[in-house]
């Protein structure tokens, strides 16, 4: 196994999974290689359109909520890509809270508030009339994803993977 693979958590938001009556682990992993075509042009896509979501983050549109970074966290080999909600621009960088329990790194931990930079920001999302707006990363992980569980995430949190 190859531990600097890519490691996401599908996982939105342990809040909002609480009011599910379905029992899922939302603390869900899915392992993808670093050299994945698909999820590497996920990534690019949601760098190249950080300022635009940073711009609609600030301006808080009517309609919109639960605004997120995914970041990507070391620990030694082990790597993993977690969401920040809420999160806030400092200075030098950003920080925001934890919204996943880790599977593979030990140096963070869910709930725990941290700091970061925009290099490690690997994507960004919302919610607007009930659809994931932006989440480039989890519509590439749907399709190594198990059946059930993106049919899951698809119904449950209003993913549609448009381009």
Known sequence: MNHRAYVAAVGLLIFVAAANAQTRDHNEIVRVPNEDPEMATAIA?????????????????????????KVRISDGENSEHFWVQPFRPLNSGFEGILANEPKLVKNVRGGQRITFQRGDITDWGYVRGGKQIGSFTVCALFKRAPKEQVEY???NYGFTCEP
Do not use: I
């Open 45 to 69: 896509k949601a760098r190249a359109t950080l300022d635009d979501f940073l711009v609609l983050w600030r301006a808080q549109p009517s309609g919109a909520s639960d605004y997120k970074l």
């Open 153 to 155: 995430y698809r119904k």
